[in-house]
Nanobody
């Protein structure tokens, strides 16, 4: 059984910062890509940031220069440092991990439960 547990969400004023964390646990053989998605009410889920197993990163244009994704492979964790937050960043943020539970198995995408980020004055 694999679970991803997120933390760090909350209420912050525009221009403020938050750091989201997500740790994967359970029967994990290896983790490839880890990502952060977000979904605002009435909107499609969108990819915010992604980090590969080798540390390569990519970001949505809307967050580039403000958000930083990082990972700690020893802890099976991924983080999202969010700076200069804007009201339009308000959403439920989900982490995901593409991982194998066995050496011979396929890579599947697992999801965290989501954490609310609200940017408001």
């Amino acid at each position: 059984q694999v679970q991803l547990v997120e933390s760090g969400g909350g209420l912050v004023q525009p221009g403020g910062s938050l750091r989201l964390s997500c740790a994967a646990s359970g029967s994990i053989f290896s983790i490839n890509t880890m990502s952060w998605y977000r979904q605002a009410p009435g909107k499609q889920r969108e990819l915010v940031a992604r980090i590969g197993s080798g540390g390569s990163t990519s970001y949505a244009d809307s967050v580039k220069g403000r958000f930083t994704i990082s990972r700690d492979n020893a802890k099976n964790a991924v983080h999202l440092q969010m700076n200069s937050l804007k009201p339009e960043d308000t959403a439920v943020y989900y982490c995901s991990a593409d991982l194998r539970t066995t050496d011979w198995g396929h890579i599947y995408r697992y999801w965290g439960q989501g954490t609310q980020v609200t940017v408001s004055s």
